[in-house]
């Protein structure tokens, strides 16, 4: 985790996390790593079992694709269902959150975004072109797959990044348009209460009330909520 990743996360955490944690907090957090830790292990020897049988090209597709929080995903033709960044059960982080955490969050279906790390004065472009990340606390229902689509104003663009770099400049081509949820099984999510967390960055060519559509499926009606990113275009 860069120094800039801490900041983010200590003035997001600041704002949510005012209350003292429940008592045997400490213990429950590590019983659920040890847990999560087991579970990675006996993925990644899957993995790697499997990465030894297969061909050729399909072995040097697996490597090309580099390492990162995230993994991005072919874009897909319209009507598909769950392309753009690819946040699985790997992705997810455990932060403190207090108990009234889903006041003020964008709801939509089996999802849940919290921005609070904007601040008035927050600078989205700077003059030489570049953007600065906006960091979201997403939270996802477990054994859940959403395929979440900002419906971005005129003018306006939206991406989801696949990890923070340590200089806090991005331009549009650093993310995706869309992203996938995919969460963990209640047995791994460290989160509990039946959900996985996430901490991710977006970046937005500047503030507004982001339209967010979430699906489960290719065929399912999408749940519309607004993602508030710094000042609407109301001055609200």
């Known amino acids: 985790m860069t120094d800039f990743e801490d900041r983010?996360?200590?003035a997001m955490n600041a704002s949510v996390a005012s209350r003292q944690p429940p008592p045997g907090l400490a213990e429950v957090v590590r019983r659920r790593r040890?847990?999560?830790n087991t579970w990675v292990a006996v993925i990644s020897a899957a993995v790697?079992?499997?990465?030894a049988a297969a061909i050729p090209p399909a072995r040097s597709a697996m490597l090309g694709r580099g390492a990162g929080?995230?993994?991005s995903l072919p874009a897909a033709g319209p009507g598909s269902f769950g392309h753009g960044q690819n946040y699985s059960c790997s992705a997810q982080t455990l932060g403190a959150l207090g108990p009234d955490w889903r006041q003020g969050a964008a709801h939509a279906g089996p999802v849940w975004m919290i921005s609070n790390g904007v601040a008035a004065g927050f600078r989205f472009a700077r003059p030489d072109g570049t953007?600065?990340?906006v960091p979201l606390i997403v939270l996802v229902r477990d054994n859940t797959t959403a395929w979440v689509t900002p419906q971005v104003p005129g003018g306006q663009s939206f991406r989801f990044l696949p990890g923070f770099n340590?200089?806090?400049?991005?331009?549009l081509r650093d993310g995706a348009i869309n992203a996938t949820f995919t969460s963990c099984s209640p047995n791994t999510a460290?989160?509990?209460s039946g959900l996985t967390e996430y901490y991710i960055g977006v970046i937005v060519t500047g503030p507004?009330?982001?339209?967010?559509d979430v699906r489960t499926s290719a065929t399912g009606t999408p749940v519309r909520a607004n993602l508030r990113l710094g000042r609407c275009a109301s001055g609200k």
């Open 8 to 10: 983010l996360r200590a």
């Open 34 to 36: 040890r847990r999560h």
């Open 48 to 51: 790697v079992l499997a990465a």
């Open 69 to 71: 929080s995230a993994n």
């Open 131 to 133: 953007l600065s990340a």
């Open 166 to 171: 340590t200089t806090n400049k991005y331009t």
């Open 190 to 192: 460290l989160f509990g």
């Open 208 to 212: 507004g009330c982001i339209p967010i």
